[in-house]
């Protein structure tokens, strides 16, 4: 998968490094929808397949991913860390491509983070003060993939 996109030794290692992790996104999904199974996200380590399906507090992150035919994705539900009272967040997309993205409340519906990016290849942050349970939703005709921690 990594012969589909060839960069010149000029560009950015982060721009590289995060071309070769949309690809390979792109091979693990195209791979499933190939073979006619779900797109999941592989559990977190020491979870299960059923942890990703929204159990609360069995998460310490969880991630969703887009295609250019799948615009639109969500992740599942985590909860906010039980100390802190946070969730960190992290995107990436190929450049130039319009990504927007925001993290929601799944009890009241609550937007409390949320952004867009255009020429750039991600970003990352925290959202304090959190002490319910939310997803992060994103829409890009493009590979991108946004991910919540709450460890």
Known sequence: ???IIK???RGSSKMRKALFVSSVALAAITGQLLAGTPAVAAPPSGGSPSSQQGEIGTLDS???STIP??????TGILAANPTGHWID???SKVPFSQLDWEIKDV?????????????????SGRVNGLYGR???KMRC????????FNR
Not at 69 to 74: D, K, L, W
Not at 107 to 123: D, K, L, M
Not at 141 to 148: A, D, F, H, K
Request: hydrophobic share 35%; with cysteine.
């Open 1 to 3: 998968m990594t012969n």
């Open 7 to 9: 960069m010149s030794h």
């Open 62 to 64: 969880t991630k969703c």
């Open 69 to 74: 035919i799948n615009s639109v994705c969500t």
């Open 89 to 91: 967040y992290t995107y």
């Open 107 to 123: 009890a009241n519906g609550a937007i409390v983070a949320r952004g867009n990016s255009w020429a750039g290849v991600g970003g």
């Open 134 to 136: 939310y997803q992060m």
């Open 141 to 148: 005709v493009c590979l991108s993939t946004g991910t919540l």
